[in-house]
């Protein structure tokens, strides 16, 4: 998994890492404080799948679009509507059948931002380590 995750691109791995990292400390520091468990615990685990589906299509698409060349800014902007469409579907769903909290989701979900953008801080420390 991880050795198709870097051919489709090199930062992915540590993207998703980030964002696992991410889920977990947030259900670790959050569960604490809620008395409904269960939904926390399913809305958070349903916006990390969330966000790291979202980091992997991302990564298939910008590779896409790479192959394509010139002429990619329709098919990018449309994949790029797609995945918010899917990403509303699944909150949608989620809301209608009562299937997780979804604050914790859309926490879950920003877990793809604060991966994203910790991921310099991330890369920096393991080479001062493997030095």
């Not at 569960?31 to 980091?55: E, H, M, N, P, Q």
């Not at 059948?97 to 420390?125: C, E, H, R, W």
Request: aromatic residues 8%; contains cysteine; charged residues 15%.
């Amino acid at each position: 998994m991880i050795k198709w995750m870097k051919r489709l691109n090199q930062a992915l791995p540590g993207l998703v890492l980030g964002i696992l990292a991410y889920g977990l400390l947030v259900e670790l520091i959050g569960v604490w404080f809620v008395s409904d468990k269960i939904r926390y615990t399913t809305g958070l685990l349903i916006g990390i799948g969330c966000a790291v589906g979202l980091a992997i299509h991302i990564a298939m698409i910008i590779e896409e679009s790479v192959r394509i060349g010139e002429g990619h800014e329709k098919y990018l902007s449309f994949k790029s509507v797609m995945r918010y469409l899917v990403l509303c579907a699944i909150m949608i769903t989620m809301a209608l059948f009562k299937l997780g909290n979804m604050f914790t989701a859309l926490i879950g979900v920003l877990g793809l931002k604060v991966s994203a953008y910790a991921q310099p801080l991330l890369i920096k420390v393991l080479s001062k380590h493997k030095a």
